[in-house]
């Protein structure tokens, strides 16, 4: 593999003086100069997408249902598909993806999305609890653009033992793994590395990379160093339950430790995590690029999510290209946004979800030894979050949450939320709880009428609109389209069939069978 | 139309244009005509679930020779080797049907862990999503129904999705909903959102769905499939012929009150239908039982209930020819403690307590292991969760070491392979 980074260093030919320092300290220097639209290019490239046109890509409508759902958590508002469609200039997309950027809800969206990926244990009943805060914590470190690596250092490195009193910590990650050292080591190795230790915990695995001593020493970084004779803090050891093995901390790599002179909880667990910055084969960077390419594509480059460190997927296609990303991010000084804005900007994001039979993806894909390629996008069910924004958003109300600096009032947007949980969109599926919820639930029943839908109460309070406008103004507000040719009839022709129900009920059916469809409740 | 080799969409789309001509009288015949099909029953598991963790030192292993056995006489059963709690005497005449294990010992002693090690036989470790029992049951016999197999009664599941069997064998809950929220103190026993407000209404909207679904430009794709089976589904048990499974009202007067007017008699009731119907595994959940003050006052009123329904359910099951092939487990997260607390309490004691199973393969009549004197320790037998569900699990015929294969990538067997079946009751 070539390194690109240098490529383009080389590509770019500054001064003399300028080349000798980035001898010096090549990426530093040269990562300053790669823009995110670098990143998408080679995107591109790699997957044979760099000549791609406008009959492979998404309508424009669909380009921005799909950017909004994934950046903002919702499907954009008529205004936002009218200024779209109306913008014709070269920069409208980078327009809209600057916009969403700039959009607290953004933030928001992120901070469910990574809360899920480093506590998915928030996400049952048992810790539900923790969500909350974790999330609000996340979202502020976002917001004043916290790099990623930062975020990890402050979970892993949080003083658990001290009270933090009115302001937001990470303590939820602690929480949901009761503090327990095995626990913790599992969730840290999985979440932030792709690693997955779990099988480590009870036995050692004939084909498994990690053995359960590596288990057992990842633990002990978790656990508090006790004092000797002379109060002198000594390096904890941790035991197997029902065992007489103990181990103290070390590394997954075997690699060297200095440990700290001052040994306590957070030093030695800075320990584990300058390491985890510092380790050569890049887990940290590769597991946020696997998971964020996830979140805009469905389908990870490696899968499963938590397995990257697998040797089958250290070459090939996919690898390489998680790892071109991987250090591009590292280039970036982990600027997520940096990361976001290369991957939604790339032809590859824009592909439509082509109505051709779709290709049966391999068992597993990094296997895989014919090119790896793209065609068209995934659908995507959507999260329980963002079915419940969009559903907000199609009724003309406001799906953000205002409650960014505080507050438990969420009712609704938690509960319903939780009833549409999904694990992986790409896999999404539907319980019949939650389809007769849909159907014939309080939310979606009382959104069919003026009184609570404010969209339905406008189009009906505007004398000047035609049928044919007020139906076009519903199918924008719930699928960010307008009303096909051959739809329309069907519509009308049904509206006719039962004479005796008024405008607002014929308008709130057609509401209640959009949202109901299979094109709003996926991203596509 | 599309022109597109997807037999199922075309399937679907085909169904919900015949339901243009919907009334009450012909719902979806095509449908329900195939449910009608599956005659030849296998197993289901009904559990009795005790939550906040029985007192069952007042229930099944009294110590009326001991001051930890407090005020409860112990009365004796159609077994002569078989006494259990005076409050139980309904349940003391049918001995013969059921099977008492007093040795049951387990490590968790908080409400939640319990629960979740009870239910999934797993501690849980980091990403794995261990499904419930009930997810595990109704994955293995796969039933064709218009019913979902797996029916969670009163409160809320313990584990709400179906862990990483996926959301298709998630408890289908009657009597409250949602995946954060806790139960609701006094759930009535209905389907949320079975019935459609107007009925009329609903014919409109589904007329006009059937007629945009046969115009739409959806991409073919499984989640759009999963989506669409989803609704497929949901609309089967709005059927009434589905949804009538659920109405009590059907039942006669004089049986409704035999399992006891209150939500859990009832539920019993619920879980006989269902049973009947072919659904795999029911949940019934009777709360209250975390008596850390007032134990005996609380635990008597609770034994009533339980005697009822749980005796109604036994016969009935037995009368209709149901029984030998249903599975009732009853049980909650862990014991309490033998010794009596300041407030005549007994608070959360995992080292010993009782299990009672009826039906299916079991064998009725025996009581296995034993506590000591004072209820404290284990005397013989130690059973734990594992040996509990390798038990359930070959009862109704399924080999406890079949593997599923789970979301990190690692297979998981139906339950720790480190637990044996209890041969005495097979």
């Known amino acids: 593999m070539t390194n690109w980074i240098n490529d383009e260093c080389r590509r770019m030919r500054p001064s003399w003086l300028m080349l000798l320092f980035m001898v010096a300290v090549p990426s530093g220097i040269c990562a300053a100069e790669l823009s995110p639209t670098d990143l998408s290019r080679r995107i591109d490239e790699r997957l044979g ?82 969500a909350d805060g974790f999330e609000l914590w996340l979202a502020h470190r976002l917001r004043e653009g916290t790099r990623y690596n930062d975020l990890v250092v402050e979970i892993l490195t949080m003083d658990t033992g001290q009270p933090a009193t009115g302001k937001t910590t990470p303590i939820g990650f602690y929480e949901a793994n009761l503090s327990k050292p095995e626990n913790l080591a599992a969730s840290s190795t999985r979440a932030f590395l792709g690693i997955n230790l779990d099988c480590a915990q009870c036995h050692n695995h004939p084909f498994a990379r990690w053995t359960r001593e590596q288990f057992w020493e990842t633990a002990a970084f978790f656990a508090l160093p006790t004092r000797d004779e002379h109060q002198q803090a000594r390096l904890p050891k941790v035991r197997i339950p029902d065992t007489e093995l103990e181990y103290e901390p070390a590394l997954l790599t075997k690699a060297e430790i200095s440990f700290p002179a001052k040994l306590d909880s957070v030093s030695l667990r800075q320990v584990l995590v300058d390491w985890m910055k510092a380790d050569r084969e890049r887990l940290l960077a590769k597991n946020a690029v696997n998971r964020m390419w996830a979140h805009f594509f469905g389908e990870a480059l490696i899968e499963p999510l938590d397995d990257l460190s697998r040797d089958e997927f250290q070459s090939g296609d996919r690898a390489d290209l998680l790892k071109e990303i991987a250090e591009t991010f590292i280039a970036s000084g982990y600027k997520l ?88 969109t790409h896999h999404a599926e539907r319980s019949i709880s939650q389809a007769l919820a849909l159907m014939n639930g309080a939310l979606v029943n009382e959104l069919t009428s003026a009184k609570s839908n404010s969209m339905l109460a406008s189009v009906l309070s505007s004398p000047f609109m035609t049928l044919d406008e007020q139906i076009d103004t519903v199918y924008l507000a719930v699928l960010g389209r307008h009303v096909r040719e051959n ?20 308008l709130g059916n057609l509401f209640w069978v959009l949202v109901n469809s299979a094109e709003f409740n996926t991203n596509h | 139309m599309l022109n597109h080799p997807v037999s199922r969409r075309a399937a679907i789309r085909g169904l919900s244009l015949g339901t243009l001509g919907w009334t009450t009288t012909s719902w979806l015949p095509a449908l329900a005509d195939v449910a009608a099909e599956t005659s030849n029953k296998p197993k289901s598991v009904i559990l009795i679930w005790l939550n906040g963790g029985p007192a069952t030192i007042d229930l099944w292993d009294l110590k009326p020779q001991h001051e930890n056995g407090g005020p409860f006489r112990e009365i004796a059963t159609a077994v002569p080797s078989m006494q259990i709690s005076e409050h139980l005497p309904t349940l003391a005449t049918m001995a013969s049907e059921f099977s008492i294990v007093r040795s049951m010992s387990t490590r968790e002693g908080d409400h939640s862990r319990a629960r979740v090690v009870s239910l999934t036989g797993y501690t849980p470790q980091g990403a794995i999503q261990f499904p419930a029992l009930g997810s595990l049951v109704a994955h293995e016999f796969n039933v064709t129904n218009d019913i979902p197999n797996y029916v969670h009664v009163g409160g809320q599941p313990t584990v709400s999705g179906g862990g990483f069997l996926g959301p298709q064998y998630a408890p289908f809950v009657v009597g409250g909903r949602g995946r954060r929220e806790m139960p609701a103190a006094n759930a009535v026993l209905k389907v949320e959102d079975l019935h459609a407000e107007s009925e009329s209404l609903l014919a409109q909207r589904l007329r006009l769905q059937a007629e945009l679904r046969s115009v739409s430009r959806m991409p073919a794709s499984p989640v759009v499939d999963a989506l669409e089976s989803a609704y497929d589904r949901a609309l089967r048990l709005m059927n009434p012929r589905a949804a009538a499974a659920f109405n009590l009202d059907d039942e006669e007067r004089s049986l409704r009150d035999l399992y006891g007017t209150g939500a859990f008699g009832q539920g019993c009731l619920l879980a006989r239908r269902l049973v009947e119907r072919g659904v795999s595994f029911v949940e019934v959940s009777l709360d209250g039982w975390d008596t850390h003050a007032n134990n005996f006052d609380r635990v008597k009123e609770l034994s009533q209930q339980l005697d009822r329904g749980m005796a109604s359910l036994l016969k009935d099951l037995r009368e209709r020819g149901l ?16 010794r009596i607390n300041g407030q005549a309490g007994r608070d959360h004691w995992p080292s010993t307590w009782s299990v009672v199973l009826a039906g299916a393969g079991i064998r009725g009549g025996q009581v296995v292991g034993s506590t000591s004197q004072d209820g404290i320790k284990l005397a013989s037998k130690p059973t734990h969760t594992a040996d509990l569900l390798a038990t359930v699990f070959r009862s109704i015929g399924l080999d406890p070491r079949k593997q599923n294969m789970s979301n990190v990538g690692r297979p998981i067997r139906l339950s720790d392979p480190n637990g044996e079946a209890i041969e005495e009751l097979l």
Request: hydrophobic share 35%; proline share 5%; aromatic share 8%.
């Open chain 1, 49 to 130: 997408l760099a000549n791609a046109d406008e009959s492979q890509f998404a309508d424009k409508t669909a380009f921005l249902r799909r950017l909004t759902l994934d950046m903002a958590g919702r499907i954009p508002t008529i205004a936002e598909v009218h200024d779209f469609h109306d913008n014709t200039s070269e920069t409208r997309r980078g327009d809209a993806i600057h916009r969403l950027m700039q959009s607290g809800v953004y933030d928001r969206n992120m901070a469910t999305f990574w809360r899920r990926a480093w506590v998915p244990q928030a996400d049952t009943r048992e810790f539900a609890s923790v």
């Open chain 1, 337 to 424: 946004d940096f990361l976001v804005e290369g991957i939604v900007g790339s032809k590859a994001y824009r592909l439509a979800a082509s109505t051709a039979a779709s290709r049966v993806p391999s068992e597993h894909p990094a296997e895989d030894k014919t090119p790896f390629r793209l065609h068209h996008a995934s659908v995507r069910g959507l999260t329980g979050e963002q079915l419940y924004d969009s559903l907000q958003t199609a009724a003309g109300l406001p799906a953000e949450r205002r409650d960014l600096a505080g507050g438990s009032t969420r009712g609704r947007r938690r509960d319903f939320p939780a009833q549409f949980y999904v694990e992986r």
């Open chain 1, 487 to 506: 739809e329309l009839p069907v519509v009308k022709r049904n509206f006719l069939a039962s004479p005796d129900a008024g405008r607002e009920q014929h």
């Open chain 2, 323 to 338: 029984l030998k092939d249903t599975l009732i487990v009853c049980q909650g997260e862990f014991g309490r403690t033998p």
